[in-house]
């Protein structure tokens, strides 16, 4: 296994830090905060985690996993958008590296051709007059073997879709550098200047779709865009149908 190297990680802009093992690099940049922008990576995390308390499953040096935090100064109400922006930007990132089938399942899943490559997991705390965004990212770089299985769910590795496949420091500093520049213009500009982009980057566009809702209900409909705060659309037979807290459960 090749270890990562802060130095190669190149993110112009923030601070790159790199640990061996670590519990989340997500919890860790939320306890200790940050003034200004650290992009935190490393080799193996003991207790990654993804949306609603889930295990990331990860062994050492299959993964790149990172978090980026910085300092924002929009209001929480207007924070709901972020798992989208970070998605987007991945995303993009992405099929700049040559993995052009990549597409985002809203609000935070990263996948090709229905198969899960990776997640996002955004994360908020107060920071004096704003607040401190801590973006943690993880994507499958190498195959697990039986990882599947475990999972009960089909999963894609960039090893699969990258030939020659790029160090994990490259797709960290790519990945990185297209998530610092999104959150900037995100604390800049707020959600508004990425909605137009989520229909050429939605893995399910136009798709009919079935959400399980945090009530346990679901609910049906056909992929109809976001909503200006990055709520989920769905055009049902009783028309709009926006979705601002689920999962999507199926497309067809």
Known sequence: MNRLDADAIRVPGAEVQVLGRCTSTNSLLLARGAAHA????????SAGRGRRGRRW??????????????????????LAGLSIVAGLAAVRALRALGATEVGLRWPND???????????????????????????IGVNHRAVPGLAGRLRRRVAALASLLRPLPERDAVIGAIGRELLAALRAFDAAGFDAFRADWPSLDAYAGQRLRVRLDNGRTVAGTAA????????????????????????????
């Open 38 to 45: 650290v992009l935190l990576a490393a080799d193996e995390q």
């Open 57 to 78: 499953h990860s062994p050492a040096g299959a993964g790149v996993l990172f978090s980026l935090a910085l300092p924002l100064n929009r209001p929480v109400r207007e």
């Open 110 to 136: 990263l996948l090709v051709r229905g198969a899960k490559l990776g997640g996002i997991l955004v994360e908020t705390r107060a920071q004096g007059k704003g607040c401190l965004a801590v973006v943690g």
């Open 225 to 252: 865009g976001v909503a200006p705060d990055g709520a989920l659309q769905l055009r049902t037979r009783r028309g709009l149908r926006t979705v601002r807290n689920g999962r999507v459960v199926s497309a067809s």
